[in-house]
């Protein structure tokens, strides 16, 4: 069992950036390939961006790529989400999520194929 906690969010201008932080607590961190995924209202979640437990592999929605990055520190039990030029279209609740990978470089977009997820937290873009 691992919990995660998003922090991070909250109300910014078009062009600004925001930094979204998980920290989970549980099972080895390491042993977790991680995600970001968003939900808009009155829909399904949708993939944002994914690490391999090792860091090494990433993959990223084609609609964030080249404004987001995501990172992990294994040391500090925790993945990043750094959100730079925001957009309106980018307001929704975003969610870390945590799926138990074998394959070191392995990366999930799939939100059905992970064992664990945060809360949430609000981001709100304004033009």
């Known amino acids: 069992q691992v919990q995660l906690v998003e922090s991070g969010g909250g109300l910014v201008q078009a062009g600004g950036s925001l930094r979204l932080s998980c920290e989970a607590s549980?099972?080895?961190?390491?042993?977790?390939?991680m995600g970001w995924f968003r939900q808009f209202p009155g829909k399904e979640r949708e993939f944002v961006a994914a690490i391999s437990r090792s860091g090494g592999s990433t993959f990223y929605a084609d609609s964030v790529k080249g404004r987001f990055t995501i990172s992990r520190d294994n040391a500090k039990n925790a993945v990043y989400l750094q959100m730079n030029n925001l957009k309106p279209e980018d307001t929704a609740v975003y969610y870390c999520a945590a799926r138990t990978s074998l394959n070191a470089a392995s990366v999930t977009t799939t939100p059905e194929r992970y064992d664990y997820w945060g809360q949430g937290t609000q981001v709100t873009v304004s033009s």
């Open positions: 549980g099972r080895t961190f390491s042993s977790y390939a």
